[in-house]
């Protein structure tokens, strides 16, 4: 009985084929309350607000006032909705719309677009109830309401969602949060929250559905049992489809002790068959068949046969299960009675589909027509072009002999013109063997420098050796020491062809769109062994994911070389952290340590202004005085800039930016996380 019952369960978001969730319907009564808000002595009772619209609009055509007749119509239209006659209700909102267009009222323009879109969603007719939202949604911002945007976006987030379109809905709905958060309204802010892990649950992505459901609990006011009790079972549905049926129903039953008892009947209904389905999974029939007969008095209150038939059918299979086939056979009737009703909303759900097929096909027709009407008149300036054409060649044979005539002087200008080209050429060319030559120049020179000395010690070593008079204890002292150098010496011969390929090269790189994230983790695990020697502390603080366009080998050179200067002028105990923002087009990116700093006399000469200039670590670490020259070589070619900011004896934070690539399409929002690696 479990699958029978499971599959009668209105999982959070799921769509009908046929038609709209009622569940969706119901959610939209809450805001139909906000369009007859500003009427005066508008009742709540959509009953006798019905017969208040119909008297205020029979008034109206005495007096022949547009304005009472819009707002007759307006609160004849919210009536109709409320008591499921969706039809009925678009008919009169879309009265109120055309009249209030006709007096340029826009504040009730969009309000009329709200309640139109919402009739016509109700209906299923997707494709007129995105238009309707849409013009509700300029009018609002013509507005500057963003009360009023953040309801149309959420509506527009309950529809993308109606018909999948999973990023649309993510999209909707947090333009909606932003609204709601702006205006500090926690209610409608926990509904929307509640809304968007309802469609990660529809994806699948359940552990995010939970983070969403959750933060929607927070939100909401504690007093606010009403979105409480939406989010606890939203929570239990998510817990029903990874198979955890204890922790569902813990969240069902708190739910059913929250929810207030002027909640949406709907809903309301749902939650208890959810709760009889869960009990039932645990093979507690006797709670599933309380759960469903308190269901069904809500189902009955409704007014939805399709509600009121699924309890039905659950509970003939819940007495089917107890052996108490005569009550089956009622549930069962009752259920057959109901299909009727239920097979008219699906027909009603087909009929607003095909209609909206239908105006669909009669607008690709028409623009059909407009493409042919297009094509003659297309034909008809060709026509025209070519007589044109023809008495223009006359004229051409004419300014021929004269151009021939002012071409020989043309001829002339143009050698002048290509030696000019030549002679700029040439000197462009001596500029760049000027520039190589100085840096063959700077390349000896640090090679016969930074070389010669890790040499020297390798070979004074090795002939310690060879000669065996050197001490097991100098051995490994010298040893350890003559590894540090090589260390240094290695890195230098890495910026040392990195600098001479980037001098040889130019301005050739290939931009791409990277990761930054990963690649700062990847540069940290490379320098954690020369941290953890220092017991120095790396944090990477950058946000997941950091996306920028520039060339991979380059940022890698730049994150690993700002890093390793972090470490080597950091003392231990220090920390080094890696953090970034979003400023614009561009991400800026800033290492910051608890170093030493740079003296303010060595501030020109960090980027190599007046050569090669490097100073020992804080462990007596060599550099080669070319890496923060690379750096900022490498960070200006991808279009960034590299600066840096020191005090002396507490650290330097070095900052370089780059251009922000776009996200991926239909890209989900993730929370910000942060990768640390401890020395």
């Not at 309350?33 to 008297?55: D, F, H, M, T």
């Not at 490097?614 to 550099?623: F, I, S, V």
Request: with cysteine; hydrophobic share 40%; charged share 20%.
């Amino acid at each position: 009985m479990a699958t029978a019952l499971l599959g009668l369960l209105p999982l959070a978001g799921r769509a009908a084929s046929n038609g709209p969730d009622p569940a969706l319907t119901q959610s939209f009564d809450a805001g139909l309350a906000e369009l007859v808000g500003a009427i005066p002595l508008a009742p709540a009772n959509p009953q006798a607000r019905l017969r208040y619209g119909l008297s205020m609009l029979r008034e109206a055509s005495k007096s022949r006032s547009a304005d009472k007749q819009a707002a007759g119509h307006r609160l004849v239209g919210s009536a109709h909705h409320e008591l499921g006659s969706f039809a009925k209700a678009a008919y009169h909102f879309r009265k109120a719309l055309q009249l209030d267009q006709q007096q340029q009222n826009q504040p009730n323009v969009a309000v009329d677009g709200l309640g139109l879109g919402n009739a016509l969603l109700s209906q299923g007719d997707t494709g007129q109830a995105r238009q309707v939202y849409h013009l509700a949604l300029q009018s609002f911002a013509q507005q500057n309401s963003r009360r009023g945007r953040a309801q149309v976006e959420n509506r527009l987030g309950s529809l993308y969602a109606q018909q999948r379109k999973w990023g649309q809905a993510l999209a909707s709905h947090s333009r909606a949060l932003q609204g709601w958060l702006q205006h500090q309204d926690s209610a409608r802010a926990a509904a929307t929250l509640n809304a968007i892990g309802n469609v990660y649950c529809q994806q699948g992505a359940y552990s995010r559905a939970l983070y969403y459901l959750r933060k929607a609990m927070r939100t909401a006011a504690p007093t606010d049992s009403l979105r409480q009790s939406e989010s606890l079972t939203s929570i239990g549905r998510v817990y029903r489809a990874v198979g955890n049926y204890d922790a569902a129903l813990t969240s069902f039953k708190q739910a059913t002790r929250l929810v207030p008892t002027t909640a949406p009947t709907v809903p309301h209904a749902q939650l208890y068959q959810a709760l009889a389905a869960t009990y039932d999974s645990l093979g507690q029939v006797s709670a599933a068949e309380r759960a469903l007969h308190q269901g069904l008095v809500l189902a009955r209150r409704s007014g939805s046969a399709l509600l009121l038939s699924q309890h039905y059918r659950a509970l003939a299979e819940v007495y089917r299960q107890r052996g108490q086939f005569q009550k089956s056979l009622v549930m069962l009737t009752r259920f057959t009675s109901l299909q009727d009703s239920v097979f008219a909303q699906e027909r009603a759900a087909q009929v607003a589909e095909l209609r909206t097929r239908y105006e669909s096909e009669k607008k690709e027709r028409e623009i059909q027509l407009l493409i042919k009407d297009r094509q003659i008149q297309d034909a008809t300036l060709r026509r025209q072009k070519l007589l044109r054409n023809t008495l223009a060649v006359g004229a051409l044979l004419l300014l021929i002999i004269v151009g021939g005539l002012y071409r020989g002087r043309q001829q002339q200008a143009r050698v002048n013109r290509l030696l000019e080209r030549k002679n700029a050429a040439i000197n462009r060319q001596k500029e760049e063997l000027t520039r190589l030559n100085q840096t063959k120049d700077t390349l000896f020179s640090v090679i016969s420098h930074d070389l010669r000395s890790p040499l020297s010690s390798l070979y004074s070593l090795l002939t310690l050796l060879n000669i065996g008079s050197l001490p097991p204890e100098r051995l490994a002292l010298h040893s350890a020491r003559l590894t540090r150098g090589l260390n240094s010496t290695l890195q230098l011969l890495d910026n040392l062809l990195n600098w001479s390929a980037a001098q040889m090269k130019g301005d050739k790189i290939r931009p791409e769109r990277l990761r930054l994230d990963v690649l700062a983790e990847e540069a940290l695990a490379l320098l954690l062994g020369d941290a953890e020697r220092k017991n120095i502390l790396l944090q990477n603080q950058l946000v997941v994911p950091t996306l920028v366009r520039a060339d991979m080998n380059m940022v890698r050179l730049v994150l690993r070389n700002l890093l390793g200067n972090a470490i080597k002028f950091t003392p231990e105990g220090g920390s080094v952290i890696l953090t970034g923002a979003q400023q614009g087009t561009v991400w800026s990116i800033t290492v910051q340590d608890t170093g030493i700093g740079i003296q303010q006399a060595d501030h020109e000469r960090v980027f190599g202004k007046n050569g090669p200039f490097t100073t020992p670590g804080t462990a007596r670490e060599k550099g080669t005085g070319l890496g923060l020259q690379l750096c900022k070589d490498f960070v200006e070619r991808n279009g960034g800039q590299l600066t840096f900011t020191t005090q002396p004896g507490q650290g330097t934070a070095f900052t370089f930016t780059l251009p922000v690539a776009l996200a991926a399409p239909d890209a989900q929002p993730a929370p910000a996380t942060v990768a640390a690696a401890a020395g």
